[in-house]
């Protein structure tokens, strides 16, 4: 490598004058150069025995096998005999290779990726154990007040490994059909059953782990047996429902593998008339509505100064919540208007009524709370622990605040820390927030279920439970990040993409965000006019619950005014594998650049 293939860009400067900046691509940082020492004897070359060694101790590799090895061979001999300054390569080293193809080997991301690329957690537990990738309003193709309603989105986020898929069902303008909307706004609606049917499609093309489909449900009794009849022919044998059983515990993902199932609020006995007023004029409850939002102040003479009194303005989304008293859900069952209906309901979405912590009980069967981030905020801070509790059996979902109409996103952490299962997201708002989400869900082989830490599902004394809003005094890990290099920016973007008169200044910016206690960030130097810039750069980073820490990892362009960005990933910290590790980038929507990426080191201690 080196300057082999030094090149050069030209960039016009001043009036007539013309700028020559060489594009040499770098050498092999000094560690591996050490690294491939060692392990060589120091000889110039390495063989497949000594290559496989190096995988096993400095990589990491446990599993990593001879035969492996040999396919690295092949690969680098394949890129040898295409490689005009080898193609006299001295026969006798067919079966050894060089500094620097161990050094492009490693570049290379299908080989040597930053995290595993199989499930490896435990998936036999009930789902309330896993964090679930969800998506919020998942057929909106824009804003939450204006954009089309489409059965596309909900195939890009299938295709992404989203499990969660949220549908909003109301009746057409005659009442005699059912249509997928967005509620008291100006979108336009969108098929159900095209938007079952790609469900039904594409579930299980990036994993074959449950797909749950969360319905606001607006419909009358004679509806919901359409879409009974509807969601039992398009996915049949799919379709997991327990029946008339009352779940005390929720399935595992291994046991629902390459099924559906569906979350929504039962539906009670209403003795007024089926009629429903169009939701285009007013957001009155129907009656299969109440919002989810929580007024807590007006729960029982029991309820603390601490409840949380406030709730959001609706916007027409997140309203399939019931509330019934804590002696109705001990003693009363729901009388069906619509036994099918809720015949083929897995995830009840209830609510108690009372004090906040009457609505947290964790005794009897199993259900499912939505909760708006805001609700969650202000439950959080006199109720952590009852929330932490309420987790461990049961299902949380956290959702966007109504006034997030552009469809942008909150930090997910604030979910996560109590242990929220479905922290829901607009999947078409891109932004750092939605970096952190894809970020951790590329756990677990990317099959959209992360077992949660242990530290969330311990079982605590009164007055001695975990707070994550609190810094823990737990023993911390120490995470070493050293970045390198940067690599692939020439092949994906022109010479005058970044600045119209030299090549690009790259710094990168690295942070922890996880526990309150854990976030921290760093920079790298700029290097100035590098198409390939080599940092060499070690930081340190102190994690109390490395379980919950995202690697946040952004490369910029420095400029006068704003630094353009350059890419972008987010890693599951608890993931990383160590050694020298070839970092994919991607762009703002998290579409993986083709050829850009870094090459970083990661260690713990």
Not at 95 to 114: G, K, M, S, V
């Amino acid at each position: 490598m080196g300057n082999n293939m030094a090149t050069h860009n030209e960039y016009k400067s001043l009036l007539f004058f013309i700028r020559k900046f060489k594009v040499i691509e770098p050498d092999p940082p000094q560690d591996l150069e050490e690294a491939f020492s060692k392990f060589t004897g120091g000889e110039s070359h390495m063989s497949v025995e000594q290559l496989h060694r190096f995988m096993v101790e400095h990589q990491g590799e446990e599993h990593y096998t001879l035969s492996d090895s040999e396919k690295v061979f092949e690969k680098v001999l394949q890129e040898r005999k295409t490689c005009q300054e080898t193609v006299q390569a001295d026969h006798n080293r067919e079966h050894e290779i060089t500094l620097d193809e161990l050094f492009r080997f490693l570049l290379h991301n299908d080989f040597n990726a930053p995290l595993k690329a199989q499930v490896h957690h435990d998936m036999g537990a009930p789902l309330s154990h896993y964090f679930i990738y969800t998506g919020h309003n998942s057929y909106l193709t824009g804003n939450q007040l204006s954009s089309d309603c489409s059965e596309e989105p909900i195939i890009k986020a299938l295709k992404r490994g989203v499990r969660v898929i949220e549908l909003d069902l109301w009746p057409t303008c005659y009442k005699d059909d059912i249509k997928v909307d967005h509620g008291w706004t100006f979108t336009s609606p969108a098929s159900v059953e095209k938007c079952l049917e790609c469900i039904n499609e594409y579930g299980f093309v990036a994993s074959q782990y449950p797909v749950i489909i969360t319905i606001e449900d607006h419909l009358t009794t004679d509806l919901r047996a359409k879409f009974t009849e509807m969601v039992t022919r398009i996915f049949g044998e799919v379709l997991y429902y327990p029946g008339e059983e009352c779940l005390i515990e929720f399935p595992s993902p291994e046991s629902l593998k390459n099924r559906v199932i569906i979350s929504t609020k039962p539906p009670r006995e209403r003795f007024e008339s089926n009629q429903i007023k169009d939701n285009s004029i007013s957001p009155l409850l129907n009656e299969s509505e109440s919002p989810e939002e929580e007024s807590f102040g007006d729960a029982s003479p029991n309820s603390s100064r601490n409840e949380v009194e406030t709730e959001d303005t609706q916007n027409g989304s997140d309203r399939d919540e019931g509330s019934i008293s804590a002696s109705e859900y001990d003693q009363k069952p729901y009388l069906e208007c619509s036994p099918d209906y809720k015949r083929i309901i897995t995830i009840h979405n209830r609510k108690l009524k009372g004090c906040l912590k009457e609505k947290l009980r964790t005794e009897g069967e199993v259900r499912r709370l939505s909760w708006s981030e805001n609700t969650l905020e202000k439950a959080s801070e006199s109720h952590g622990a009852d929330i932490l509790r309420f987790t461990q059996k049961n299902i949380l979902r956290v959702y966007p605040s109504a006034m997030r109409v552009k469809s942008t996103n909150f930090k997910p952490h604030i979910g996560w820390m109590y242990g929220a299962q479905m922290v829901a997201f607009n999947m078409q708002g891109h932004g750092k927030s939605l970096w952190l989400m894809q970020g951790m869900f590329r756990a677990n082989g990317g099959c959209g279920y992360v077992k949660k830490p242990q530290i969330l599902m311990q079982k605590h004394q009164c007055g001695n439970e975990f707070d994550p809003a609190r810094i823990q005094s737990v023993k911390k890990k120490t995470l070493k990040v050293k970045v390198y290099m940067g690599h692939g920016w020439s092949s994906d973007f022109t010479p005058t993409y970044f600045d119209k008169f030299s090549p690009p200044d790259f710094f990168t910016k690295i942070r922890v965000i996880g526990m309150p206690g854990d976030v921290a960030k760093k920079k790298t130097k700029v290097m100035m006019d590098n198409w390939f810039p080599v940092w060499n750069e070690e930081f340190e980073f102190s994690l109390s619950v490395p379980e919950l820490a995202l690697l946040l990892i952004q490369v910029k362009d420095k400029d006068q005014g704003r630094d353009d960005f350059a890419g972008q990933t987010c890693l599951p910290v608890s993931e990383l594998k160590h050694g020298f590790r070839s970092v994919p980038l991607y762009n703002r929507k998290g579409e993986k650049f083709k050829s850009v990426k870094l090459l970083m080191r990661f260690q713990f201690e």
